[in-house]
């Protein structure tokens, strides 16, 4: 019986690691599961293909654990953001804030979050479960907290959430397109979208009110108001 090949062990196991998940994110956002290159993505890298297994033994394994550290991510703006001082209004506002601030440095989070919702590659349940809805209960506990000291209005929270989450998800993931070609932008190298100035696209839209339901002054949508 032949013996078994020994795996790759490469360099700098951690640093690795990461470069392999920051371009993996890129190959994905940009290809989808089917269409992202193992072998490109170690090139990419820096590393030989049988390295990267080593880190990640399936293209599925790396494509969940893309997700899982773009969750993780947004665990730490969460926390973060809501444990800064100010009113309940005020943190929901930093809570927002953060979450756009994120979505912009990295907008692939946004194309990736609608590829899978289309394309159920990963253990979606596993994700939900571990991650996604236990952040979805941590702000739907405080906003109800809020209600009933009569900070927020009545409205149903998760919906009002996912709503919020997925305008600005969509805006991230839309603007790239939906700007392109518009008077006073032009195309910068590599394609890439950009503004009069060079800045690269898409652009943070500018700061708004809460969250409809979340202000006192702004009602919430009769679909998402509570029974």
Known sequence: MPA?????????????????LEEAEAA???SGFSGANLADIARRVGIRKASLYYHFPTKAELYAEVHRAILRDL??????????????????????????????RKPQFAILAFREL????????????SHVHPMLKLVTEYVRDGQRRGVFQA??????????????????AAAPVVLEGLPGRRRGRGGADRDAQGRGAPPRPSRGPHPAGLSPSLPAPPSARAP
């Open 155 to 172: 409205f149903d929270p998760p919906a009002v959430l996912i709503g919020s989450v997925g305008m600005i998800l969509f805006y991230f």
């Open 28 to 30: 994905f956002s940009r």
């Open 75 to 104: 665990q730490e703006m969460l926390l973060t953001a809501i444990q800064r001082p100010g009113t309940p209004s005020e943190q929901i506002e930093n809570l927002t804030d953060s979450f756009v601030d994120l979505i912009a």
């Open 4 to 20: 078994e090949p020994k795996r790759v062990r490469p360099r700098n196991g951690p640093a690795t690691r990461e470069r392999i």
């Open 118 to 129: 289309v394309d159920r590659t990963v253990d979606i349940a596993e994700l939900l479960g």
